[in-house]
């Protein structure tokens, strides 16, 4: 990755692998937006002297799927937090940096479930100053907190911290419901606002469509998402599992007329 953000050659090959091989058995990463992010902060450097280039950091911790049990998955996912918190430490706090943290908004909660802790917490815990912003995609309309947020240009940020949009509870937020008794302002410090829901077009099973067709890939994936499932478990009826979804998604890709 240091070497494709310098603007040398890499092989496309070689490159997916920079968010193909984490640690998260599903299509996560394979959405178009992040292979885009890369690109662009790539595209970004070539018009940049050499000490204000950006430097993109692979949060991940290591991990080889090819011999991988299911116990070992489920492991190096409980390792992600502290790398990441450490490879900040070292790569930008130790060098008196500042970066753009993007995960997922679990990993950004200053209140985490049952007492446990998140990259935020661990982060302050090092003298971090942390700014956390909630990305807002899911189904809650904002404008029944906010009527005048449908004014506003899109994309907005905005703080919570005594605001209608911060008293709200984080389960209003949230697409599911459920969690905690938090507010938005216990948890986050500033939400970014995208827009209604309707206008949210990127779903999280909606991989790069050519990769439908592509049978190395498709063998890759949905062996790592068969290794995530519980053995011996029946999906409850309705619940359909995030190895079904992604072919039943390539299904319809493929046979769509170009």
Request: charged fraction near 30%; glycine fraction near 6%.
């Amino acid at each position: 990755m240091d070497r494709f953000i310098r603007g040398e050659d890499v092989a496309d090959k070689e490159l997916r692998l920079a968010w193909q091989d984490t640690t998260q058995a599903d299509g996560t990463w394979d959405i178009p937006m992040y292979e885009e992010f890369f690109r662009a902060v790539r595209t970004v450097n070539a018009s940049l002297p050499a000490e204000r280039k950006l430097r993109v950091l692979l949060g991940d911790p290591p991990f080889n799927w090819e011999h991988a049990t299911r116990e070992e998955s489920i492991r190096i996912s409980l390792r992600r937090d502290p790398f990441a918190a450490e490879l900040i430490q070292r790569e930008v706090l130790a060098k008196k940096r500042r970066a753009l943290v993007v995960y997922g908004d679990s990993h950004f909660m200053r209140r985490p479930a049952l007492e446990g802790s998140s990259l935020v917490t661990r982060l302050v815990d090092m003298q971090a100053h942390v700014l956390n912003i909630w990305t807002h995609t899911t189904d809650a309309d904002l404008r029944t907190l906010e009527p005048e947020i449908g004014k506003w240009r899109v994309p907005s940020l905005a703080y919570t911290a005594g605001t209608t949009l911060g008293t709200a509870p984080l389960a209003f937020y949230r697409r599911f419901g459920g969690g905690d008794d938090a507010r938005m302002q216990d948890q986050f410090d500033a939400v970014l606002y995208l827009g209604p829901p309707s206008s949210i077009t990127i779903r999280r099973s909606e991989i790069a469509p050519e990769l439908c067709s592509d049978a190395d890939y498709m063998k890759m994936r949905l062996g790592r998402m068969a290794l995530m499932d519980p053995p011996n478990a029946t999906a409850p009826a309705g619940v359909v599992s995030p190895s079904e979804r992604l072919k039943r998604y390539c299904e319809g890709v493929i046979g769509k007329p170009k």
